[in-house]
């Protein structure tokens, strides 16, 4: 069955790494949901550039000839994509970028595909195009049916699940509460089995016994008792500063941090090349690179798509391809 990879924000990056991922053998049995002139635009980018092989639905994949790039438009996107300027933030990029991952949902939903691969989207973009969530994850959370998800950020080295994602710091230390951690420690368990879970304190040295905050004693530790309760391998909550170390030297297999920034920093630092974005929770697969629209490289044909690679890769994998 098809994998459906979103073409991201058309005057990103998105479009490109597709097209190289495509001529350089990774995205087998994959159809791009999105703009043919985008797709071809970026495809030109390329030393050896693949034709388009438009496609009326992610079910025409089988007569998509060899050595050409399958693209589905669905309705809603404009034409006149590709005359839009590389790496400048515009409503109709976000528009067309919200409504490529609404239809690959959908898509996967009537059982046209097995997951779906996104490539990046500009927030800002989506913001001016009206569409109200700020991100990929809540994007497709609302589209799902509203279940609990969590982002993961992952790489051969480290696992990082988060309790908060895309809200500034003020407002996400609020969002810490026992139910939040307690429901993210359940999705990371329910990810794979024999997990071992370290958990995160939200405060320097997890507070240090309450002397710099006492999250950690009062919601952090609790909910980690109540998921040990309930049979889940988690432990902590331990200093921030040190648990991503002991988990990428084989202690723990995972690691559940409190604010977005806590957790992706130290997985981004080993190199966003190798990194994939995850979203536990939903009723299929979905995967991403780790790494934004690169607005300030857009268009000069020299972005990697080596995190998009990966991306495929992980997701080929746990949707059993």
């Known amino acids: 069955m098809t994998l459906l990879i979103s073409m991201g924000d058309p005057v990103g990056i998105g479009p490109e790494i597709i097209a190289r991922a495509f001529v350089q053998g990774a995205a087998a049995d994959a159809v791009v949901v999105g703009g043919v002139g985008v797709m071809r635009r970026a495809m030109a980018l390329l030393q050896d550039p693949w034709p388009i092989a438009q496609l009326d639905s992610a079910r025409d994949l089988p007569s998509c000839p060899p050595r050409c790039l399958p693209v589905w438009q669905p309705e809603g996107v404009p034409a006149a994509l590709d005359q839009l300027p590389w790496g400048v933030v515009d ?12 239809a690959a949902v959908h898509a996967v939903q009537r ?17 001016a195009a009206g569409v109200p969530h700020p991100g990929h994850t809540e994007m497709l959370q609302a589209l799902a049916g509203g279940m609990p998800v969590r982002m993961m950020l992952a790489n051969d080295e480290l696992r990082v699940v ?3 994602i895309h809200q500034s ?13 307690l429901g993210t420690i359940r999705i990371a368990h329910a ?7 370290a958990v995160s304190g939200l405060n320097p ?23 040990r309760a309930q049979g889940i391998d988690a432990h902590g909550p331990f200093a921030p500063d040190t648990v991503f170390m002991r988990a990428r030297r084989g202690e723990f297999d995972l690691v559940v941090a409190m604010t977005h920034d806590h957790g992706l920093i130290p997985v981004k630092y080993l190199g966003v090349e190798h990194g994939v974005n995850v979203t536990l929770g939903l009723p299929f697969v979905r995967t991403s690179p780790d790494h934004g629209t690169a607005f300030d490289i ?9 995190s ?14």
């Open 91 to 102: 409503a109709r990029a976000g528009q067309a970028a919200a409504r490529c991952i609404e």
């Open 111 to 127: 059982g046209e595909g097995r997951a779906i691969v996104t490539a990046p989207i500009h927030k800002a973009a989506l913001a």
């Open 162 to 164: 988060l309790v908060t």
């Open 169 to 181: 710091l003020k407002s996400a230390i609020d969002a810490v509460t026992f139910d939040a951690v």
């Open 191 to 197: 990810s794979a089995q024999r997990l071992r879970i």
């Open 205 to 227: 040295h997890a507070g240090e016994d309450g002397l710099f905050g006492d999250e950690e004693q009062t919601i952090i530790a609790p909910a980690v008792a109540a998921a």
């Open 298 to 306: 857009a268009g000069r044909g020299v972005a990697d798509a080596s």
């Open 308 to 321: 998009l690679i990966a991306a495929i890769g992980w997701a080929q994998a746990a949707a059993g391809a």
